[in-house]
């Protein structure tokens, strides 16, 4: 039955009326509300425990909400916080009156005791506030859903980028005390003197990057980029060849580019080293069908985990991530690549600012599940117009977009391949044909450099300089009794990254 009547609260205030199974109260929290201003204004220290938790709005009563803010006026000036101060700072922005006089600000302070518990409350009201804007999210989505003009794929959009940016607002972590933190490093530190090449992170399978990088570290952001034709699928795809086939990690990999199906052929192409336009029209020699067969052994049951979700969004992106980490284990995330993600439901100013966003929380994903998350990127065409050897190398102010993507990043490496603009030679006369430069141009934490790897364009595979098995190679492992001298003779050094196979007018990947 309904509780109606003329009760009153406090300060002559109408109690309100509830009406069970017509409506419910939103989430609050009064009389911790007043617990907290008045402990504000009691304790000196008071609002440096609660500045990170709680913000005006988070305050139901617009009166305390108005009073918060005449606090924090006075925090931000460093000036004193107490009855009165506060009281004159009402005055000032004219809103003492607002919230009930100088006399209900004195009720505030004699209400209060001591600011032992103010932590806990101040984490109380923030949690109503928060339950307060999912409703308040949740309500607007209803309302919506049932307007038959809204398309309901633009309203998903809509929706999720909503919910991602209420999680991101309220995303807190507690400081450490150094010990743990101390002891977890010491951790770290042993199990890298343990390994016989001296890694700290995941091996990538390229000795000379792993050496410069001591592997791919946890929570590090880490950017790849490069011009179109240069390598990046090819080079992530390798790489995760390697850690997953070679070393056993579990990678994800999500592509907005390619479909599954397509990343898969070209993981068959790399593993197989069978030209793309063969695998893509399936006119393969009998010697290839064996040697097909023979190779695509390592990808089954590789803990490789593929996502072609097209114009993925940070938020699609986070959820998946915890889910693949939780299920699967997986201990480093490859996103092919940075521009076509988005920040969907969230308004920007401009294509460089959604950017900015989708950056900072790839970076804040990695920190969160303790992981490496490699994105590719694109540079600018800035690249081409600049002249000579040295003047095609990649540089930071290439990024395309955003300087955040660099400010973000903990490193960013350069794909850089010599060859593709005619330049055949470097300095001292030694040969680049088929040769690939991994340029690490930032390193937050470690060195920079060049590393060298040896590019088959035909296979779109990278591959350690001195690693070079001849094809031919794998008849003698599978005892077969096909005729070698159908295979093709195996050219002479170098020759065979050249150009792609006769007949592949394709771009290399």
């Known amino acids: 039955m309904a509780e109606r009547g003329n009760n009153t609260g406090g300060k002559g205030k109408r109690k309100p009326v509830v009406v069970p199974d017509m409506g419910r109260l939103q989430p609050q929290a009064r009389e911790l509300e007043e617990a907290v201003l008045g402990a504000l204004m009691l304790e000196k220290d008071a609002y440096s425990i609660v500045s990170e938790i709680l913000k005006p709005e988070c305050f139901y009563e617009k009166a305390h909400e108005k009073i ?35 006399f209900y600000i004195s009720q505030l302070t004699s209400k209060v005791a001591s600011s032992a518990h103010i932590e806990y409350h101040a984490r109380i009201i923030a949690q109503k506030y928060l339950a307060r804007e999912l409703i308040s ?12 003009t809204i398309d309901v794929e633009d309203l998903m959009q809509e929706a999720e980028g909503k919910l991602f940016e209420i999680s991101q607002r309220n995303v807190k972590k507690d400081v450490t005390q150094i010990n743990p933190v101390i002891k977890e490093a010491m951790v770290l530190l042993e199990k890298a003197a343990n390994q016989k ?16 990088t001591s592997g791919w570290q946890n929570s590090d952001l880490i950017i790849i980029a490069a011009r179109p034709a240069m390598g990046k699928t090819a080079f992530v795809l390798s790489m995760a060849k390697n850690m997953a086939v070679n070393h056993n990690t579990p990678v994800a990999l999500f592509s907005l580019e390619m479909s599954n199906v397509q990343l898969v052929n070209r993981l068959i192409v790399n593993v197989c080293e069978i030209p793309g336009e063969k695998i ?12 097909l067969d023979f190779k695509i052994k390592e990808l089954y049951d590789a803990p490789i985990y593929v996502d072609d979700t097209p114009s993925l969004s940070v938020f699609e992106l986070r959820t998946k991530a915890r889910r693949l980490v939780r299920e699967h284990g997986v201990k480093i995330i490859i996103i092919d690549y940075l521009q076509l993600m988005n920040a969907s439901g969230m308004s920007f100013g401009s294509r460089e600012q959604e950017v900015s966003t989708i950056s900072r929380s790839l970076k804040g994903l990695a920190k969160e599940l303790n992981i490496p998350i490699i ?43 010599p060859e593709y603009y005619k330049i055949t030679e470097d300095e001292r006369g030694n040969s680049l044909i088929g040769l690939a430069e991994i340029i690490i141009a930032k390193h937050r934490n470690g060195a920079v450099g060049d590393v060298r790897l040896r590019f ?15 094809v031919r190679e794998f008849a003698s492992n599978m005892n077969s009794s096909g005729p070698i001298e159908a ?19 394709e771009v290399p990947f």
């Open 137 to 148: 999210f949740t309500a607007m989505i209803q309302g919506k859903a049932f307007d038959e």
């Open 197 to 212: 090449e001296g890694l700290s992170g995941l091996r990538t399978g390229f000795e000379g990057l792993d050496k410069m």
């Open 487 to 505: 295979m093709p003779p195996i050219p002479p050094a170098g020759a065979d990254f050249l150009a792609p196979a006769p007949g592949n007018n």
């Open 375 to 417: 994105a590719l990127s694109q540079l600018n065409r800035g690249v081409e117009a600049r002249q000579g050897v040295e003047g095609k190398r990649p540089q930071l102010a290439d990024l395309r977009e955003s300087g955040a993507i660099e400010q973000d990043a903990d490193m960013v490496c350069f794909i850089h391949r």
């Open 456 to 470: 088959k364009s035909e296979f779109a595979k990278f591959m350690n300089v001195d690693e070079d098995i001849p």
């Open 68 to 102: 918060y803010a005449a606090i924090v006026d006075l925090a931000i000036s460093q000036r004193p916080v107490d009855m009165l101060t506060v009281t004159e700072q009402l005055k000032t922005r004219g809103e003492l009156e607002d919230v009930g006089g100088p």
């Open 280 to 291: 893509k029209s399936g006119r393969l020699e009998n010697y290839e069908w064996e040697q």
